[in-house]
């Protein structure tokens, strides 16, 4: 199975879980990971079959199907980010962003899909500042850096590492956006017909992973995946396996669906009518891989 992940992050902790703890193997499955580092690029190749599996933004489906693919939502990956805004020092207000750069993963998807809604409700206009796509989180951390960038939307720790060198931060996510729904994973119809036990075996070990991650026992070890991971110091992970044990596994719902799909209307300028969030969710797989199964199983015998 070829799974296919735009950045490096927490939201991708339960993964590394899942690697680290071989409950893929365990399911029956060979799963290889890439990263991508653009969500383009990966929704390009996810639609033209070089990988299975995509971990996207729900507008990635969304605008997808709506130019004809055949992507759809499988599951949950990860509650929405707390994704900070981050500035470069010189940067005390939104009117600082006049006639600067903005680095992004993908200018019109994605979290810049959001960026761009709070900078319109800030009273900037498209032509104030330019959006610059430099790729995943480390790669927009870096572009901050170094200058190339006056901000961003980063996640943890990428964020935080820049806030303690002086850089500053705006607002979260979380707090301009708080019902935004998170990363799903993702798949093509036509591959998820033909391959329903390896789907639902991959549920099975990414659930495995979220229940593990939740358990207060494991706390010593999941601290040590992620900073082997994200080279982040024992603090932050250890405040990010809280975060994660006070919260319930992510679910992906249709009202969270037509909230993105207000936003990727409005800014694709679409003018067709809007359907039912089914178009693009398909939750069958998740029912079938939560079902309790039997402990054992008896054989028939003949009257």
């Known amino acids: ?109 994605g979290y810049a899909l959001l960026l761009r809604k709070l900078l319109a409700d800030q009273g900037l206009k498209d032509e104030d500042y330019r959006f610059r796509e430099f790729g995943g989180s480390r790669e927009r ?39 935004y729904p998170g990363p799903v994973a993702a798949a093509r119809r036509s591959w998820a017909a033909r391959h329903k036990a390896e789907l639902v075996a991959f549920i099975r070990a990414l659930d495995s992973a979220y229940a593990w991650l939740q358990d207060g026992n494991n706390r010593d070890q999941a601290i040590a995946i992620l900073q082997a991971r994200l080279k982040t110091d024992h603090g932050l992970a250890s405040e990010a396996f809280d975060r994660v044990g006070a919260r319930p596994r992510p679910e992906v719902s249709a009202d969270g669906v037509r909230q993105v799909m207000d936003v990727v209307w409005d800014a694709e300028g679409f003018t067709q009518p809007k359907g039912a969030p089914g178009r693009y969710i398909d939750l069958s797989y998740c029912v079938t891989a939560r079902r309790p199964r039997s402990l054992s199983v008896q054989n028939p015998t003949n009257s």
């Open 1 to 109: 199975m070829r799974l296919a992940v735009i950045s490096e992050g927490l939201n991708a902790w339960p993964l590394y879980v899942a690697q680290t703890r071989r409950f893929f193997e365990q399911q029956g499955l060979d799963v290889q990971v890439t990263l991508t580092g653009s969500s383009a690029k990966q929704l390009e190749a996810l639609n033209e079959g070089g990988y299975d599996i995509g971990l996207q933004q729900v507008d990635h489906i969304v605008r997808g199907v709506e130019q004809g693919s055949e992507l759809f939502i499988f599951m949950a990956h990860a509650h929405a980010p707390d994704l900070s805004l981050v500035a470069a020092p010189a940067v005390t207000s939104f009117a600082d962003f006049r006639g600067r750069v903005l680095a992004v993963d993908g200018a019109r998807s």
């Open 141 to 179: 951390f870096e572009a901050l850096r170094n200058g190339a960038a006056a901000a961003s939307l980063l996640n943890p720790p990428f964020d935080r590492w820049l806030v303690a060198g002086g850089y500053r931060r705006l607002g979260t996510i979380a707090g301009f956006f708080p019902t």
